[in-house]
């Protein structure tokens, strides 16, 4: 039973443009919402954050947005840069019952950004 | 510099041979967790421990042990009960699961295990 989905397993986007990238999850305990950045042979690296709180998050080129009565989280890339280029996983984080502190990722969405 | 390291970067042991992760982090983070990256799936929690001398199953502990002697270090060991044991293991770290649960998880490299 996948709980956090990323139902695109690719993106492609030109430099310069905007980089959308979705994820929907299905358990209301989580409150906390991670984006991470993954290179080839790598760790993945956090890139931002969102309380269940909060409908939106900036920073910098990044933005996040929540929608929580549907479910649906979105990481903004703009102006998208050849360096985005890698595998974006979206990550959620329980506060209740046997899911509190952990986190559960999604599949990932790997972003190609062309020059 | 602060960091978690995992090590080696690429293991290699025959099948029905048991194989021990290193992961060492001087984040000075009470919580530590391994995951697993398999193709297609994302990464799942295999275990994780909120202190010392305690540790919890993750999703998919079956074939796995770890153990929590000392902070800094989490090493994970898959056994030959282990049926898929091919994959890219990572080890994270974070302040604290608790009170801190809003801390990101710091993550090493990684470690390619590859079990033929």
């Known amino acids: 039973d996948q709980q956090v989905k990323q139902n695109s397993p690719s993106l492609s986007v030109q430099e310069g443009r905007i980089s959308i990238l979705n994820c929907d999850y299905t358990n209301s305990m989580f409150d906390y919402f991670l984006w991470y950045k993954k290179y080839p042979a790598e760790g993945p690296t956090f890139l931002i954050s969102?309380?269940?709180?909060?409908d939106k998050n900036e920073d910098g080129r990044f933005t996040v947005f929540l929608n929580k009565s549907a479910k649906h989280l979105s990481l903004h890339i703009v102006p998208s840069q050849p360096g985005d280029s890698a595998v974006y996983f979206c990550?959620?984080?329980?506060?209740?019952?046997?899911?509190?502190?952990?986190?559960?990722f999604g599949q990932g969405t790997i972003l190609t950004v062309h020059p | 510099d602060g960091g978690i390291t995992q090590s080696p970067k690429y293991l290699f042991r025959k099948e029905g041979q048991n194989v021990t992760l290193s992961c060492e982090q001087n984040l000075n983070h009470d919580a530590m967790y391994w995951y697993r990256q398999d193709p297609g799936q994302g990464l799942r929690l295999i275990y994780y421990?909120?202190?010392?001398?305690?540790?919890q199953k993750g999703d998919i502990a079956e074939g796995y042990s770890v153990s929590r002697e000392k902070k800094e270090s989490f090493p994970l060991t898959v056994t030959s009960a282990q049926k898929n044991p091919t994959a890219f293991y990572l080890c994270a770290s974070s302040i604290e699961s608790g009170t801190g649960r809003n801390s990101p998880l710091h993550f090493g490299n990684g470690t390619r295990l590859t079990v033929t």
């Open positions: 421990s909120q202190i010392v001398n305690d540790f």
């Open positions: 969102i309380s269940s709180i909060k």
């Open positions: 990550a959620a984080r329980g506060w209740g019952g046997t899911s509190y502190g952990k986190l559960t």
